[in-house]
């Protein structure tokens, strides 16, 4: 396996970006009374995410939601001190398009300032729940520049029935706003006909064959780009409760999960990541003021 892993990452020496979504099983379900008796179970889908990239010697970006970091502060700390970035996926879980501005600061900030305190250095890498900075919430990226975030991941460049922006260049871009400049990196799409198919992770990585995800790796290499890579732990927990969602939801949280583990073994021995903070240092930031 280790030959055969090197291979690999001889042939295909482009860089991804591995990022993970750190929210618990029932950050993301909208009825309030099942998150409010919701059993925690994130350390099961940590431990497992958190050997397999020790195993294959990857590091990457965890963008923790608030609430799933106060009711888990050893497993902050604990990803912090294995040399991965942190970031943050929000305080509430919920959409931003939904909030007002003000709250939208409120949250983001408090969200920022206890993950700081937790894993005891600054966070400067942004993703929304839901993906949801869209053209109704595009106001979102001033306020994050406007607290300090250097880059946000928030951005989907399909049309999805909860989030995206299809027309969206699909390539890292420098954002100026009146309160600075953020770099924006899009997640992932592929180029098919005249539609954007993505190829990010979540609920795409498991419901697409592995064969489908190398095959999309691949064409996005082939364009020059990286892939942003999105996983959430949950996704590694079999045993999470099955709770009443619309068929949409349902497809997104439970679908395929038995072979999530495998898929993600194989793509980590496949392709080659990195965390997001570390790849714009060195390349992103420069190509996105030259072009
Ligand atoms: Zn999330």
Not at 47 to 72: C, D, Q, R, Y
Not at 103 to 114: H, L
Not at 193 to 206: E, L
Request: aromatic share 12%.
């Amino acid at each position: 396996m280790k030959s055969l892993q090197h291979k690999s990452q001889l042939e295909h020496n482009i860089q991804h970006i591995f990022t993970v979504d750190v929210e618990d099983w029932y950050h993301g379900v909208a009825d309030e009374q099942i998150r409010a008796s919701a059993e925690q179970r994130l350390h099961y889908g940590m431990s497992i995410l958190l050997e397999l990239l020790a195993e294959f010697n990857v590091k990457g970006t965890f963008f923790w939601l608030g609430h799933a970091a106060v009711e888990n502060p050893s497993i902050v700390k604990q990803v912090a001190e294995a040399g991965h970035e942190i970031g943050c996926h929000g305080w509430s879980h919920e959409l931003v398009y939904t909030m007002s501005p003000q709250r939208f600061r409120e949250e983001t900030k408090r969200a920022r300032d206890t993950i700081a305190e937790l894993a005891g250095r600054p966070v400067i890498a942004y993703r929304a729940p839901y993906f949801s900075i869209t053209s109704k919430s595009l106001w979102a990226l001033e306020i994050l520049a406007d607290l300090n975030f250097q880059y946000d991941s928030s951005i989907f460049p399909v049309r999805n029935w909860r989030y995206g922006i299809p027309s969206y260049e699909p390539h890292p871009q420098e954002v100026k706003t009146p309160s600075g400049t953020i770099y924006e990196i899009p997640a992932s799409v592929r180029r098919v006909f005249k539609y954007n198919i993505p190829v990010s992770g979540g609920a795409y990585f498991r419901l697409y064959p592995y064969s489908v995800t190398r095959a999309n790796f691949r064409a996005v290499e082939q364009k020059g780009r990286r892939v942003i890579f999105y996983i959430h732990p949950w996704e590694l927990d079999l045993n999470h409760p099955p709770v009443p969602l619309n068929w949409k939801e349902r497809i997104t949280h439970y679908m395929n999960r038995r072979s999530t583990k495998t898929k993600l073994q194989r793509v980590l021995q496949d392709f080659s990541f990195a965390p997001l903070g570390e790849v714009l240092e060195k390349e992103i930031i420069h190509n996105c003021k030259r072009t």
